[in-house]
Every structure is written in structure tokens, then in C-alpha cells.
Nanobody, 127 residues
Framework: QVQLLESGGGSVQSGGSLRLSCVGSGYTYSSYCMSWFRQAPGKDREGVVVIGSDRRTTYADSVKGRFTISRDTDKGTLYLQMNSLKPEDTAIYYC?????????????????????WGQGTQVTVST
């Protein structure tokens, strides 16, 4: 059974940084598309960034140049380094996974394309 567990959320001031982690278990980590989504209060869940097993990435325009995704295959862990945080980054951040049926390059940021989800971790950015 696939399980994803996020950690690293918290409260920071605008301009600050946080690093989120997502530990996966119950599946062959290296053969999955891995992603981060977020959901702000009253808004739909949106894709932030996705990484394939080839380590190619696709970022949402809103976080380009500020957020960096990485994956450690040996540890089965996904990371999201978030710098220059803004109040509009405030949301619950979710880790998501899906087998890379179409190859090692993953580009989708649509939530319907991911079948496995973590429970989320809260990120709050204050002015």
C-alpha cells in the first residue's frame, strides 16, 4: 500500500524559507511521478511542481525561481525547498504520487492524474 507522509510545514514571515519533505513507502519509488500540490482556504487544489524519475521538472508559473523540488531515490524522499515565500503561498501542501506509465518524464500538474496523496502539511506566510 502506497503511503506518503509530509513534514516540514510551519509559519514564517514573508521572504522566509521552508523545506518540506515527503517520505514514501509501499511502492517502487523510482518508478513514480512525484509532485507537490497546495490548497488555500476556499480554493481548489493546484499543482505546484512535478518531477519524474529522470529528474525533469515542471513548475507552476507562480513558484518558478522560488521553489525547488528534488528527490532522493535511496531514501524514498521528496523535497520542496521554498524560498522568498509570500503570503499567497499560504496553503496546505500535499505530496502526490502516480506510477510513470508513460515514461520517466512527468509533466502533469493536474490533480486527477495523481492517485496517491499524503495528508498534507500547513504552510503559513505572514506579512
Amino acid at each position: 500500500q502506497v503511503q506518503l507522509l509530509e513534514s516540514g510545514g510551519g509559519s514564517v514571515q514573508s521572504g522566509g524559507s521552508l523545506r518540506l519533505s515527503c517520505v514514501g513507502s509501499g511502492y517502487t519509488y523510482s518508478s513514480y511521478c512525484m509532485s507537490w500540490f497546495r490548497q488555500a482556504p476556499g480554493k481548489d487544489r493546484e499543482g505546484v511542481v512535478v518531477i519524474g524519475s529522470d529528474r525533469r521538472t515542471t513548475y507552476a508559473d507562480s513558484v518558478k525561481g522560488r521553489f525547488t523540488i528534488s528527490r532522493d531515490t535511496d531514501k524514498g524522499t521528496l523535497y520542496l525547498q521554498m524560498n522568498s515565500l509570500k503570503p499567497e503561498d499560504t496553503a496546505i501542501y500535499y505530496c502526490a504520487a502516480e506510477p510513470d506509465y508513460y515514461g520517466p518524464t512527468c509533466t502533469s500538474l493536474r490533480k486527477r492524474d495523481f492517485g496517491f496523496w499524503g495528508q498534507g502539511t500547513q504552510v503559513t506566510v505572514s506579512t
